[in-house]
């Protein structure tokens, strides 16, 4: 019954939202909510005899325990993070004091139906949360309340919301092959499973595909990517961190879920061929499109539509061990790239162009800002995957996994990381470079603690990480692979 | 008590009627009389439920019908017709990509497609009942024109009348295809409404200024007085 | 036997020939009561034929033997194929070889002698409005095609007296496919006659006419003439919509009582699609040149939309 907690929490959190008027205490709340919601997930992770014992509102298994739990952790420094980052942005006047109860609901609102959209027991249950945590983000988005960010959400609804309408018909198509005689039927997740071998494969392949649009956008895939980059780029960095750290991931958990029960039956490899297809494209898209990117946040938000193209590749490639690391690239890329969002959030505030629609002037970067220089660029290199941390072993291990099906995947793939890189650090350099003229340097922005201490925690996670297995990690995500529905018995 | 032939050429003549108010939709220039021809459209499927339940009696599908009637004929047109009245646009008269002549070229040769599309996957439906077939051929083609209508058109209210046209197209689908529980049609209802609601409340911000935006957030009590004020 | 046929044309270019200037006018009083004028008497249409048929004649200088011509020669045409669209009475035996795409091609050949008399004058309105005539005919004609090809795969005959003896076998307003095409032939009159949106009858403005712009230069009888072949295209057109969609009282069996009880609801049907174009007619804007094409488009869709539902139904 813990997992009851988390409506009850939620509620709570709200209620005590109501009553509140000023910031300090409203984002400490919101900071209350993010940790209860991780001290929650990791209560129930200690105690599996609690998991089948649920509500019919949940189901607990290994895979969606995982994502709660980089859910909750990115929740919880977000939060940490808001408290001085949404400060600055009301003594800026970049955010209206009033909108500030609109902001922290919907931070609680979008934590909810997260949670709620990776416990869900059944698809269509799936489908409407996932859906809630576009409106929510949407709000998160728009909140500035300037033109682009406004013209930003509703691009991010519009793409979104359109293409999980066709996620729909694919879960109409699946209820009705999940169909009995008698008009009753179950949309479970594991009954899906069970017997998913058994029923008509054409229609479940054309299931998949609808069912596969909208979470590909969801998660930002080509060509249902253009939000991304906006959305990201314009929301402020507490929730860029957020929308790539976790709701991305809501549409890779989807898509995993679907691959698993695609793999039961012979349309396996045709709809494999499909993900990797899209994966590659994805990927050489948001490589040359990062070659060409001035703005900080744009830069890292294509980075992140390259991962999560990547990410589709390993689904695509489907072996027990590519998931493995496929989940792993999941902790590691959301954990690095919060990181980044957080630290170019400080870049944010310090260069920020005071012409509306103009990029922000970055130079003198270690005078006035060496902390955020150092995370960035730590950060920077975790990203693109050099040795030491986690990133670096997923993509080894996916890329070997591709390899066996075909060299050109590997070959080409390696190629766009290279690109990747190559783009980051030229833009690295480019900022690095610059000085201000004398006189026009910009007054220096006093970074709070609060805005420091989860970056520091972020990367010294993503080192530990890339450094040493934690202990039960791989026995926890061998099963997670195993609850997708791949047998094997992992590495 | 309609008998079931009537009912059935009602239904036919109910999906035509369909296609042809998606084809109104794509072409209309008029914000008052495209919001007006998408509650027609939803009372179309409101017949379309109750159609469908007379035949095949479920009472099930009253309460849907009703449901729909409630938010879309009534409650979603009328929130639309206030947020346009505020921001006093009358006409969107640009389309991107698609003008409206080779939007229904288009739109002709998708629901060809589709139709050719579902009579390999769904050729045990038209086996049983061809009619149902055609309804779910033509709510999928209803969905595919909404989404021309939404990025063809350039006004952030007429995207979202696009957007709940291609909604119609999913329910439309559900009717003829399987029935869900009703409880998840619910939900679904609900979290649209939400999505609605915020949409246009944005699109109040993006087709007018933004100090006109702040004062329509207090008109539409988002933001309370007290806090106004401090 | 030999009888009937003869008989039965006659009757049907009598009706015609009959009619057709009271649908005019019918369609002109509801747009004048619309905008709140008196409007002409109903028997307008016929005075203003008889009066132009006692004026004089006048060509242009330039005019070669088809102004002479062209007038004589689109009414006989359009009573061609009069011939082939039996409007009360539709016989056993038929009345003229030809079918629904000779129809199309009749009316095609008025249209290209009516741009060709638009251009003989030799004036600059004259030409303008052939071009335009015919730019609009060649973006309409696709429509048209698909139109009929929809109506005759839907009766599955290319005969027009069998497509409506195909109609009276469905219930009214019951079959979808028949709504479908009601609509799109109804686009249709309003494209072939020349009306708002498309062309505006009754404007002698340079930058808007289009039909009459080519009748400029005609002046008494061959005026009188094109105005009732005008009128008898108009009539043959809202023929095949009115016993596509509301067959009933057709008669098959031939009867005095039964003619005249056709002939009277043929009256009452055509009055109320006159006084429906008039409306439609009023409450719309003319449309600019550039725009039309997506009202054929809308006629177009609809069509094709005919021809799926028939094949998917």
């Known amino acids: 019954m813990i997992l009851l907690l988390y409506p009850v929490l939620t509620v709570l959190i709200l209620l005590l939202q109501g009553v509140q008027h000023s910031h300090r205490p409203m984002s400490l709340l919101g900071v209350l909510h993010s940790a209860g919601t991780l001290l929650i997930t990791i209560l129930i992770i200690a105690r599996p005899d609690e998991w089948s014992s649920g509500s019919p509102l949940f189901m607990v298994d290994h895979l969606n325990l995982l994502m709660m739990l980089i859910t909750g952790v990115i929740f919880t420094c977000a939060s940490i993070y808001a408290v001085g980052y949404i400060e600055g942005l009301v003594m800026t006047g970049d955010l209206n004091r009033r909108s500030l109860r609109i902001f922290y609901i919907g931070f609680s609102l979008l934590l909810f139906v997260t949670t709620m959209a990776f416990y869900a027991p059944n698809v269509a249950q799936f489908w409407i949360f996932a859906e809630l945590t576009t409106v929510f983000s949407a709000v998160l988005v728009a909140i500035l309340a300037v033109k682009e960010n406004i013209d930003a959400s509703l691009k991010y609804i519009f793409v979104c919301s359109t293409s999980m309408l066709f996620s729909f018909i694919g879960v109409i198509f699946l209820f009705e092959l999940m169909r009995q005689p008698d008009g009753t039927g179950s949309l479970d997740w594991q009954a899906i499973l069970a017997v998913a071998s058994s029923r008509d494969s054409g229609m479940l392949a054309i299931a998949c595909i609808f069912f596969f649009i909208g979470f590909a956008a969801k998660s930002g895939i080509v060509p249902l990517h253009t939000w991304l980059p906006e959305a990201h780029a314009k929301a402020p960095s507490a929730v860029s961190a957020v929308l790539s750290g976790v709701v991305l991931n809501v549409g890779m958990y989807g898509i995993l879920r679907m691959t698993g029960i695609v793999h039961q039956t012979s349309i396996a490899s045709q709809i494999s061929l499909i993900l990797i297809l899209f994966g590659m494209l994805t990927m050489s898209v948001a490589c040359f499109s990062m070659l060409r990117q001035k703005g900080t946040k744009r830069m890292i938000a294509f980075s992140s539509i390259e991962n999560m193209g990547f990410l589709l590749l390993a689904s695509g490639v489907g072996t027990p061990v590519a998931l493995f690391w496929m989940l792993y690239h999941i902790i590691g890329h959301s954990v690095v790239k919060s990181g980044l969002f957080f630290s170019a959030g400080i870049l944010h505030r310090q260069y920020k162009s005071h012409t509306a629609g103009g990029e922000d002037h970055i130079a003198d970067l270690f005078r006035m800002q060496p902390f955020a220089a150092a995370a960035f660029i730590i950060g920077s290199v975790a990203i693109i995957g050099t040795p030491l941390f986690p990133l670096f072993l997923s993509k080894f291990g996916i890329l070997l996994e591709a390899g066996k099906l075909s060299l050109y995947i590997p070959l080409i793939t390696l190629l766009l990381f ?74 | 008590m309609i008998t079931n032939e009537v009912a059935v050429s009602l239904l036919r003549i109910c999906l035509i ?19 007006r021809t998408y509650a027609l459209q939803s009372l179309i499927l409101v017949a379309i439920a109750l159609l469908i339940g007379v035949l095949e ?19 979603i047109p009328w929130f639309i017709r206030i947020i346009q009245q505020r921001i006093r646009i009358q006409q969107d008269l640009h389309f991107h990509y698609l003008q409206p002549a080779s939007a229904l070229m288009v739109s002709i040769l998708l629901i060809l497609l589709v139709y050719l599309c579902f009579l390999q996957v769904l050729h045990d439906l038209f086996t049983r009942n061809s009619l149902f077939f055609l309804g779910s051929v033509i709510g999928v083609s209803l969905m595919l024109m909404g989404l021309i209508a939404i990025f063809s058109r350039q006004l952030a209210i007429t995207k979202v009348i696009g957007y709940l046209s291609m909604e119609n197209g999913v329910l439309l689908f559900g009717l003829f295809v399987t029935e869900l529980p009703f409880i998840t049609e619910f939900v679904i209802m609900v979290d649209l409404i939400i999505l609605v609601l915020l949409t246009t409340i944005l699109t109040v911000g993006m087709d007018s200024s933004i100090d006109a935006y702040m004062n329509r957030l207090k008109e539409f009590h988002l933001w309370s007085e007290e806090e106004v004020n401090a | ?64 033997f088809i102004s002479r011509i062209a007038p004589y020669a689109t009414l006989a045409i359009l009573l061609v194929a009069a011939l082939l669209v039996p409007v009360i009475w539709i016989p056993e035996i ?107 009858p009754e404007t002698h403005l340079e930058l808007t006419m289009i039909h009459e712009g080519m009748l400029l230069d005609t002046s008494g009888r061959n005026l009188a003439l094109f105005e009732l072949s005008h009128a008898v295209k108009q009539t043959l057109l809202m023929t095949l919509l009115i016993n596509m969609l509301i067959p009933f009282g057709i008669v098959q069996e031939v009867s005095v009582l039964g003619l005249a009880l056709a002939t009277v609801l043929f009256l009452l049907k055509g009055t109320a699609l006159s006084i429906v174009i008039g409306i439609v007619e009023s409450s719309f804007a003319k449309m600019r040149f550039f725009r039309v094409p997506n009202l054929f488009m809308m006629a177009f869709f609809f069509s094709v939309l005919t021809i799926f539902s028939e094949v998917m139904l």
């Open chain 1, 418 to 491: 290279a690109l990747a890189g190559a783009a980051i650090f030229r833009f690295l350099i480019a900022i690095m470079g610059e000085t201000f003229a004398a006189g026009e340097a910009p007054e220096q922005y006093i970074v709070p603690v609060w805005m420091k201490a989860p970056v520091v925690f972020l990367m010294a996670l993503s080192v530990l990480m890339g450094l040493l297995m934690l202990p039960g990690e791989e026995a926890f995500l061998t099963a997670a692979v195993h609850d997708i529905g791949i047998s094997g018995v992992g590495l």
């Open chain 2, 17 to 35: 009627l369909v296609l042809i108010s998606a084809a109104c939709l794509l072409s209309t220039r008029n914000l008052s009389s495209l919001v």
């Open chain 2, 57 to 75: 009696q479920k009472s099930i599908l009253i309460f849907i019908a009703i449901l729909t009637l409630a938010s879309k004929v009534i409650g």
């Open chain 3, 1 to 64: 036997m030999s009888i009937t046929p003869v008989l039965a044309g006659l009757l049907n270019l009598g009706v015609v020939l009959l009619i057709s200037p009271f649908y005019m006018t019918v369609v002109k009083k509801v747009k004048a009561r619309a905008q709140r004028r008196e409007g002409p008497p109903l028997l307008q249409g016929y005075y203003t034929i008889a009066k132009l048929f006692r004026k004089e004649v006048v060509y242009s200088d330039y005019a070669s």
């Open chain 3, 94 to 200: 038929t009345v003229a070889e030809g079918n629904i795409i000779v129809f199309l091609y009749l009316l095609a050949f008025t249209r290209f002698l009516l741009a060709l008399l638009g251009l003989d004058a030799g004036s600059t309105f004259g030409g303008m409005g052939s071009s335009r005539e015919m730019s609009l005919s060649a973006v309409i004609e696709p429509t048209t095609v698909v139109v009929f090809a929809a109506m005759a795969y839907v009766a599955g005959t290319l005969a027009i007296p069998e497509m409506f003896r195909h109609a009276t076998t469905i219930i009214p307003g019951m079959s979808p496919t028949i709504l479908l095409l009601s609509v799109s032939l109804f686009i249709l009159i309003i494209v072939e006659t020349g009306r708002i949106p498309v062309d505006n």
